[in-house]
C-alpha cells in the first residue's frame, strides 16, 4: 500500500536495499547515499558510463523548464518525486523569477523528507512545503499540497525522472490522468523519462535485471510511449524531445554533454 505521511513523522531510512532518491544522488555526486545504491549505481554505470552526465542533463532540464513556467506567469508549483535537494532546486528557480511562488515538494523516501525539512527552515511560512506520500497515493498527494498551492489556479505539476519507475501495469496512467483531472485549466505537466531507444536489448535486459534483482522497478518507455503520457495536454514547442533539446537557450549546457545524448525524453504540456 502506498503510504502517505505528513513532515511529522520520521519513518527508518532502509539502508538494505537501494533505492532510487540515494542512487541519483550518487550519480550527481551528491554525499546522501549508501554503499548499496553506490554498489548498484556503479553496476548501471558499467552498462553506460554516461549515466552521471546524463543525470546531470535530466537536472538541467528540470532547471529550464522551472525557469521557462515562471516566466509564463506560473507561480504554484507541485514537484512529485523531487529527490535529494540539489542546488539549485526548484523553489529557488521558481523564486527567483517570482518570489511569491510556492512550492510543494513530494517523494516517498524518507531520507528526502530528511533533506527537506532543513531546506523548510528559514523560508518564508506557506512559500514550501514538503510531504512524504507515495505518487501512486494522488488523493493524499493533492490534499497536501492543497494545504500550499490554490488548486483552483494554474499550477505546475513535475514528474521528473519519476515515470519510469512506474510500469503501466502499476497505474502510469491512471496516475498522471488523476492529475490531469485535478488541475485548473492553464496549468502544466513537466515530464522527463529515462528511454531504452538509444541502448541495446542486450544492455537495458541487464540494466532491467540487475534492478529486479534488488527490488526496484524499471519501466523503460519509448518515444511512443511516452508521448502517451501528454493525452489530454497541449505540448508546448518544441514538443517532445531529449532533454538537452528542450529549449537549450534557457541555461547553461551541462559541462561535458557536447557530443552526448541524455537518453531521457522530456516535454512540457498544457492543460487548456
Ligand atoms: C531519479 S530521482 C528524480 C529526482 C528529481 N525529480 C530530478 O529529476 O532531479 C526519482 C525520485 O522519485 C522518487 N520516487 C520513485 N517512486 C516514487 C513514488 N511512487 N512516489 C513518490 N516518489 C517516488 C524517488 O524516491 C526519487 O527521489
Redo the contacts with the bound molecule.
Keep these: 500500500m502506498p503510504e502517505s505521511q505528513d513532515t511529522g513523522a520520521a519513518p527508518k531510512i532502509d539502508t538494505s536495499k537501494p533505492?532510487?532518491?540515494r542512487m541519483?544522488d550518487w550519480m550527481l555526486g551528491g554525499k546522501d547515499n549508501y554503499p548499496v545504491d553506490e554498489e548498484l549505481g556503479r553496476q548501471m554505470v558499467a552498462l553506460e558510463p554516461q549515466l552521471p552526465l546524463m543525470a546531470r542533463m535530466?537536472?538541467a532540464f528540470?532547471r529550464r523548464a522551472t525557469r521557462w513556467l515562471a516566466t509564463q506567469g506560473i507561480d504554484q508549483f507541485l514537484?512529485?518525486?523531487?529527490?535529494?535537494p540539489?542546488e539549485p532546486n526548484l523553489h529557488q528557480l521558481a523564486q527567483r523569477e517570482r518570489p511569491e511562488a510556492r512550492v510543494v515538494y513530494?517523494?516517498?523516501?524518507p531520507i528526502?523528507m530528511a533533506h527537506a525539512e532543513a531546506l523548510l527552515r528559514g523560508t518564508p511560512e506557506g512559500a514550501l512545503d514538503f510531504a512524504l506520500v507515495?505518487?501512486?497515493d494522488t488523493a493524499a498527494v493533492l490534499a497536501l499540497a492543497a494545504k500550499t498551492l490554490d488548486l483552483s489556479l494554474p499550477v505546475a505539476v513535475?514528474l521528473?525522472?519519476?515515470l519510469h519507475?512506474?510500469r503501466d501495469e502499476d497505474g502510469a496512467h491512471e496516475l498522471v490522468s488523476a492529475f490531469k483531472d485535478a488541475l485548473a485549466p492553464g496549468s502544466y505537466l513537466v515530464l522527463?523519462h529515462f528511454t531504452a531507444d538509444f541502448h541495446s536489448a542486450e544492455d537495458i535486459a541487464k540494466a532491467s535485471g540487475a534492478y529486479r534483482a534488488k527490488g526496484l522497478t524499471a519501466a523503460l518507455r519509448t518515444r511512443a510511449e511516452f508521448s502517451r503520457f501528454l493525452d489530454g495536454f497541449e505540448p508546448v514547442e518544441p514538443g517532445v524531445v531529449l532533454a538537452e533539446q528542450w529549449h537549450p537557450e534557457l541555461g547553461e549546457p551541462v559541462p561535458g554533454q557536447e557530443g552526448h545524448i541524455s537518453s531521457t525524453y522530456a516535454a512540457v504540456a498544457r492543460k487548456n
Aim: charged fraction near 20%.
Design positions: 533505492h532510487p532518491a541519483y535530466n537536472r528540470m514537484d512529485i518525486g523531487s529527490g535529494i540539489t513530494c517523494d516517498r523516501d528526502v507515495d505518487a501512486h513535475s521528473v525522472a519519476l519507475f512506474i522527463s
